[in-house]
């Protein structure tokens, strides 16, 4: 059985930083890929950026990138998110998945995701 536990979140001024850590325990596959998503209130679920449990491949959604940087430790089986320069429109509750299929190098970002996390909030005041 694969569980994901985030931790991280909080509130935090525009501009600051917070670390999102997803802990996996649990059979995985290194070719799937860990997902970072964020719901906001009366939003639909969006992923923000993804990175291939192994290898080279990551994602960013424009609005992140350059802000944002997603990273894993096959060691202690986390997948972090390091946000940086935070702003109000980054307020959300956080998930972390893992794809239900494998991401081949080279090609889009998977769109299915089958474990989840329970979410870490995510708060930017102005």
């Known amino acids: 059985q694969v569980q994901l536990v985030e931790s991280g979140g909080g509130l935090v001024q525009a501009g600051g930083s917070l670390r999102l850590s997803c802990k996996v325990s649990?059979?995985?596959?290194?070719?799937?890929?860990m997902g970072w998503f964020r719901q906001a209130p009366g939003e639909d679920r969006k992923i923000v950026a993804a990175?291939?449990?192994?290898?080279?491949?990551?994602y960013y959604i424009d609005s992140v990138k350059g802000r944002f940087t997603i990273s894993r430790d096959e060691d202690n089986l986390t997948v972090d998110l390091q946000m940086n320069g935070l702003k109000p429109d980054d307020t959300a509750a956080y998930y972390c998945?893992?794809?239900?299929?494998?991401?081949?190098?080279?090609?889009?970002?998977?769109?299915?995701?089958?474990?989840w996390g329970q979410g870490t909030q995510v708060t930017v005041s102005s």
């Open positions: 990175i291939r449990l192994s290898g080279t491949s990551t």
């Open positions: 649990g059979p995985t596959f290194s070719s799937y890929a």
């Open positions: 998945a893992i794809s239900a299929g494998p991401w081949i190098e080279g090609t889009p970002v998977p769109t299915e995701y089958g474990y």
